[in-house]
């Protein structure tokens, strides 16, 4: 079960996202099903909701890093853009953690600019192509 937050009185708080996730693991165990295999479910459960918003996050990272120098990197690509997009390039790549947490994200800013490092494992390399690889 995710962490929950607490009331100043020390009551926990749940999220409707945990609820539905408590839903979803107690009408799996109630068809037999292994804490094992409902593990495994909640993970497909959960990517398949976030992929939702995949399409609309693919259209943010082209317009955030259009213009952006790009360079191959072991496993990955370095994305060079201006420092001024560190707090939306921050939030997305937040985001696609959530949705693919194969990729590994890296930010370093170097003065006027930002270097993004994303790297990702053999399963992820195509997605990894198809987001961060320079339009035509």
Do not use: N
């Not at 292994?34 to 693919?58: D, G, K, Q």
């Not at 590994?104 to 930002?114: A, E, M």
């Amino acid at each position: 079960m995710l962490p929950a937050e607490r009331t100043p009185a020390g009551y926990r708080v749940y999220g409707e996202d945990t609820v539905d996730r408590l839903a979803f693991s107690g009408a799996a165990k109630d068809l037999g099903l292994s804490l094992e295999e409902i593990s495994e479910l909640l993970e497909v459960w959960e990517s398949a909701l976030t992929s939702l918003h995949a399409p609309e996050r693919a259209g943010q990272w082209q317009q955030l890093l259009s213009g952006a120098g790009r360079e191959e990197i072991d496993d990955g690509m370095r994305l060079v853009a201006p420092a001024e997009r560190t707090g939306q390039l921050a939030t997305l790549a937040a985001a696609e953690q959530q949705c693919c947490p194969f990729f590994d994200f890296r930010l370093h800013l170097d003065g006027p600019v930002l270097r993004l490092e994303v790297r990702a494992t053999a399963e992820g390399a195509a997605l990894l192509t198809e987001l961060f690889a320079p339009t035509a």
